[in-house]
């Protein structure tokens, strides 16, 4: 089935930094979204994608959608301390049919004040 | 606020027990969609309903169930409740069945927690 690797892990950052993280796919995707998710809360979406190659903002989040439609990266600027919390990828093949999201297994956001 | 709702938002119940997850989803969306998510786990997507039908499944056990009531509601059912089955439930909406800009919302989730 169609897996999605999500990378870093989890990332410790200096308030004011910039972040990187990404979601690659061994199959090929349509749609990318972006959620965060803070402890004991639902996921919230930043940030949705359809068109290889595009490039997305949403205030400090920027997302794009790679150009092989295999990954998506994901980067903040200039960090503040509410941005701490778990980052999820999700992809979907759109099609006629139904495909759910498939999910990364998130990036674990810590900021150091 | 996503616009969906969730209740109960907590459940503690015992093993072997049988709970029951309610959903309402945003004005206007016809997809409900139902999530576990476990400790320190990605979200496993469970099933999938389009005005109510049944539309996609997932890893969603046999102990486990779900219908899309007409005014739209979800209800997910666990039954024969183990200890493993403890973790967050969610629900997402969206406004079709599948297709083009088609992003799922999500609810607060229900924290079940079975001793």
């Known amino acids: 089935g169609q897996q999605l690797n999500q990378s870093p892990q989890s990332m410790f950052i200096q308030e004011g930094e910039d972040v990187s993280m990404n979601c690659t796919s061994s199959?090929?995707?349509?749609?990318w979204l972006w959620y965060k998710q803070d402890p004991g809360e639902g996921p919230v979406l930043l940030i949705a994608l359809y068109k290889a190659g595009e490039l997305t903002s949403n205030g400090r989040l920027t997302a794009q959608f790679g150009i092989t439609r295999k990954d998506s990266f994901l980067n903040i600027s200039a960090s503040i301390p509410s941005d701490v919390g778990i980052y999820f990828c999700?992809?979907?093949?759109?099609?006629?049919?139904?495909?759910?999201?498939?999910f990364g297994k998130g990036t674990r956001l810590s900021v150091i004040a | 606020d996503s616009g969906v709702t969730q209740t109960p938002k907590h459940l503690i119940t015992a093993t072997g027990q049988r709970v029951t997850l309610r959903c309402s989803p945003r004005s206007g969306d016809l997809s409900v969609y139902w999530y576990q998510q476990s400790l320190d786990q990605g979200l496993q997507f469970l099933i999938q309903y389009y005005n109510g039908e049944e539309r996609a499944k997932g890893n969603i056990l046999e102990r486990f169930s779900a219908q899309q009531f007409p005014d739209l509601h979800s209800e997910l059912n666990l039954s024969s409740l183990e200890l493993g089955d403890s973790a967050l439930y969610f629900c997402?909406?969206?406004?079709?069945?599948?297709?083009?800009?088609?992003?799922?919302?999500f609810g607060p989730g229900t924290r079940l927690t079975v001793l």
């Open positions: 999700a992809g979907q093949v759109r099609d006629s049919g139904n495909t759910p999201l498939v």
């Open positions: 997402a909406s969206s406004p079709h069945s599948g297709g083009a800009r088609n992003e799922q919302f």
């Open positions: 199959s090929i995707f349509n749609t």
